[in-house]
């Protein structure tokens, strides 16, 4: 602990404790940022929700980078704008991932709206099709599909829409990712040929390399929503694209920022 910086301690700390209290001594359930949809939305979520984690192996990678790359950062800009741009860089994340959010669950809310009026097999299917790609019982839409005029049967497809559509909108968003991206983006435009030597690659790659090959896998993943993928691609790339900004704005004050 002697070599890590003060506010790069304090996180770890803070982040640490957070997890603890609210995982095993009381719900951190309403910290999270979930959608403006959800009856659990509030708006302190956008501060809140970066120090929340879904797990032991969540915390663990987010506090391990924020240990790896994020000490030289503190000794370039000091304590007190290191912490200044973790937490614009989290309440960036956070909010273009709502924006995106926002755009999907509009589709989401729609296609809901247009099944509950027209409650078909094949409107159905579509629509499981379309928001539970490949994760739905095929045997139920069949059934259904063979009892179209059943009454009971379209209440109860009725019904099942309508409860996957709130349990869609009340998934929250968590964790120091969006923060962590910022800081990995501002490691690789400060100090872009440093070698970096990772677990995953069998030889040394420079930090400018790597934060663009994993900026573009965080776009690719976020553009092809593979079934089951619950990370926030979204997030990472509005923390990594706020951190450029902030960046770009800070270049200009050369007396403070190099």
Same mark, same amino acid.
């Given at each position: 602990?002697?070599?890590?910086?003060?506010?790069?301690?304090?996180?770890?700390?803070?982040?640490?404790?957070?997890?603890?209290?609210?995982?095993?001594?009381?719900?951190?359930?309403?910290?999270?940022?979930?959608?403006?949809?959800?009856?659990?939305?509030?708006?302190?979520?956008?501060?809140?929700?970066?120090?929340?984690?879904?797990?032991?192996?969540?915390?663990?990678?987010?506090?391990?980078?924020?240990?790896?790359?994020?000490?030289?950062?503190?000794?370039?800009?000091?304590?007190?704008?290191?912490?200044?741009?973790?937490?614009i860089t989290g309440f960036g994340a956070s909010v273009l991932f709502t924006a995106v959010r926002s755009y999907e669950f509009h589709q989401l809310e729609q296609?809901?709206?247009?099944?509950?009026?027209?409650?078909? &097999?094949?409107?159905?299917?579509?629509?499981?099709?379309?928001? %539970?790609? *490949?994760? #739905?019982?095929?045997? $139920?839409?069949? /059934?259904?599909?063979?009892?179209?005029?059943?009454?009971?049967?379209?209440?109860?497809?009725?019904?099942?829409?309508?409860n996957l559509y709130n349990d869609l909108i009340n998934v929250p968003m968590l964790g120091a990712s969006g923060a962590v991206f910022g800081i990995l983006m501002?490691?690789?435009?400060?100090?872009?040929?440093?070698?970096?030597?990772?677990?995953?690659? &069998?030889?040394?790659?420079?930090?400018?390399?790597?934060?663009? %090959?994993? *900026?573009? #896998?965080?776009?690719? $993943?976020?553009? /092809?929503?593979?079934?089951?993928?619950?990370?926030?691609?979204?997030?990472?790339?509005?923390?990594?694209?706020?951190?450029?900004?902030?960046?770009?704005?800070?270049?200009?004050?050369?007396?403070?920022?190099?």
């Amino acid at each position: 602990m002697m070599n890590i910086t003060p506010m790069v301690r304090n996180l770890l700390i803070i982040n640490l404790v957070a997890f603890i209290a609210f995982s095993y001594f009381g719900s951190g359930n309403m910290f999270a940022l979930y959608d403006f949809r959800s009856a659990n939305f509030r708006p302190y979520q956008f501060l809140t929700h970066m120090f929340m984690h879904g797990g032991w192996g969540h915390l663990f990678s987010n506090m391990f980078s924020l240990f790896i790359f994020g000490p030289m950062l503190e000794y370039r800009w000091g304590p007190q704008r290191f912490l200044l741009f973790y937490l614009i860089t989290g309440f960036g994340a956070s909010v273009l991932f709502t924006a995106v959010r926002s755009y999907e669950f509009h589709q989401l809310e729609q296609d809901t709206v247009q099944y509950i009026a027209d409650p078909t &097999p094949i409107n159905f299917r579509n629509y499981l099709e379309e928001h %539970l790609t *490949g994760r #739905y019982n095929e045997q $139920a839409v069949e /059934q259904f599909r063979k009892n179209a005029s059943d009454q009971s049967m379209v209440k109860a497809t009725v019904q099942s829409v309508r409860n996957l559509y709130n349990d869609l909108i009340n998934v929250p968003m968590l964790g120091a990712s969006g923060a962590v991206f910022g800081i990995l983006m501002a490691f690789g435009m400060l100090f872009p040929n440093t070698e970096l030597m990772l677990l995953f690659f &069998p030889f040394p790659i420079k930090a400018k390399y790597f934060v663009m %090959l994993y *900026g573009a #896998y965080e776009l690719y $993943a976020g553009i /092809q929503r593979n079934p089951g993928d619950n990370v926030a691609h979204y997030a990472h790339l509005g923390g990594m694209l706020f951190a450029f900004i902030l960046l770009k704005v800070w270049e200009k004050d050369k007396n403070h920022f190099y």
